[in-house]
């Protein structure tokens, strides 16, 4: 088996076994095997077809899976503002704000377990107290929003 086909092989059982530590359980996303799928499908072709066909069909599976698995882009200041003004009449705006302050909550969980293991026992409490300022904030946006959804969909639902 050339060597090729062995990546191959050890992308899928990167792949699973990145799937057992992220769940912990024998339970797959449809995510899961949509990726596992085109993961296989490079390989399955290498064998039926060839080493040509195998690496075409590999780059263009790895190509199109980093497409799909890139980070979402941040709205701007300006992008931001013109969402939130757009979330008390748009249902669109609003499920895209509430997607973003989802994607900020993150952020915060990662600077509170990233920078205060890191941050000087002086300036922990200050930057705690930043943080947990900012989870506040974040929250009370984010209940906001949800409220503007339940009222744009309730008034969509009446129309």
Same mark, same amino acid.
């Given at each position: 088996?050339?060597?090729t086909?062995a ?16 769940q ?6 449809k995510a899961f095997?949509?990726q596992?799928?085109?993961?296989a ?21 790895l ?5 799909l698995? %890139?980070?979402?882009r941040m ?5 931001r503002?013109a969402? %939130?003004?757009l979330?008390q009449?748009d249902? %669109?705006a609003a ?6 302050l989802?994607?900020?909550k993150?952020?915060h969980?990662a600077?509170r377990?990233?920078?205060l293991?890191i941050v000087?026992?002086?300036e %922990?409490a200050?930057a705690?107290?930043?943080?947990e300022?900012?989870?506040q904030?974040?929250q009370?946006?984010l209940q906001?929003v949800?409220?503007?959804? #339940?009222?744009? #969909?309730?008034?969509?639902?009446a129309?």
């Open positions: 088996m050339p060597i086909y990546l191959a092989l050890l992308l899928l059982a990167v792949l699973v076994g990145l799937q057992f530590r992220g912990g359980s024998l339970h797959f996303s095997y949509t596992l799928a085109a993961s499908a490079p390989f399955l072709i290498g064998l039926r077809f060839g080493m040509t066909p195998f690496l075409i069909s590999l780059a263009a599976v190509v199109g899976l980093s497409i698995n %890139r980070n979402p709205p701007d200041h300006e992008e503002e969402l %939130r003004k979330a009449i249902l %669109r499920k895209r704000l509430r997607a973003v989802h994607e900020e993150k952020g969980r600077m377990e990233g920078i293991t000087s026992l002086d %922990r200050q705690e107290a930043m943080i300022r900012r989870e904030q974040t009370l946006e906001q949800d409220d503007a959804i #339940q009222r744009l #969909q309730l008034v969509k639902g129309a």
